[in-house]
C-alpha cells in the first residue's frame, strides 16, 4: 500500500503554481488550494497510520483499538474507518487507492500544466464548493454581479474531453459524470429512458457555461436533475441542479423524477 502512495507535493510548488494563474484573486485558485492540502492531509495521515500498523505487526508498539479495527478491516481488503474520514467511501482498498492516485494524478498535471481543460468531479473532495468559485471567478468577470443573478447553462458537448481544444472561457467543462435513472442520447440530444437492465450511464462532455439570469435561455424543454457525490443522495453528498434536454410531455408527467433520474460524480459509491 505504501508504495501506491503518490509523492504530493511542497509548498512551494502550491504557492507558484497559484500565483502563476493569478492567485488567490481567482477564486478557483483557492478552491485548487484547498483541494491540495485537503489531499495532502489524507496522504499524510494514511502515511503515519501505516507507519504504526507496521510497528504494531512487528511488536515494537502496542496496538490502539482503532489499529486494531483497521488492521482487521485490511485483512478482508475494506478500507479502515480512520482512512475513510475526510476522504471518499469505498468498499475495498484497491477502490479507495485507486481514487486517491487519480486525485492526485489531476492535481499533480493542474500544478505543473495548468488549469485542467475539463475537471474530472469525482477528484474533488468539496465539488460544489469548486462549482460556486467558477461561479465567483465568471462574476468578476462581470463588475462582481451578484452570484444570485449568474446560473449555469448546461450543454452536452459531443467530442471527447481529450479532444477538447482549451478551457472555457465562462464556466467549466466537466467528464466523468454518470447519469443514473435515465439515459442521454448523444444523436437526439435529451433524456433518454435507460437500456434495459442498466441503470447507470455514462454522461458526455458537460459544458458548465455562467450566464446572467436575464440572458439564460433554452430554445427546447429542459429539467432539472440533481447531482450527488455519491448514491445516497442525501443532504451532504448534493453538489448542483442541472437542467437537461427533454420532453415536454416528460416535464408534464413528472416522468424523471418518477424515475429518480440524478447525476452521480461517481458510479462506484
Known sequence: IRSKIPSGWTMSEVKNSIEKDGGTKRAVNIAFGHELARVHHINEALRKSLVNLQA????????SEEM???????????VPEQWLKGSWPAE???GWLD????TEDQLRKWLDRGRPVSYWLSGFLNPAGFLKCVLQEVSRKHSNAPLEDLFFNTEMIKMDYNDLKGPAENGAFLHGLFLDG????????????????VVTNAMPVVFLGVVLKNNKRYDFPVVEVPMFTRR???HSSMVVNLELRTEQEDILSNKWTLR???ILCSKDW
Open 182 to 197: 435515465c439515459s442521454w442520447s448523444k444523436s437526439a440530444g435529451k433524456l433518454i429512458e435507460s437500456p434495459s437492465k
Open 260 to 262: 429518480g433520474a440524478a
Open 56 to 63: 504494531s505487526l512487528e511488536g515494537t508498539m502496542v496496538p
Open 68 to 78: 486494531t479495527e483497521a488492521l482487521q478491516r485490511l485483512a478482508q481488503r475494506r
Open 232 to 234: 445516497t443522495r442525501d
Open 92 to 94: 475495498s482498498v484497491g
Open 99 to 102: 481514487h486517491l492516485v487519480a
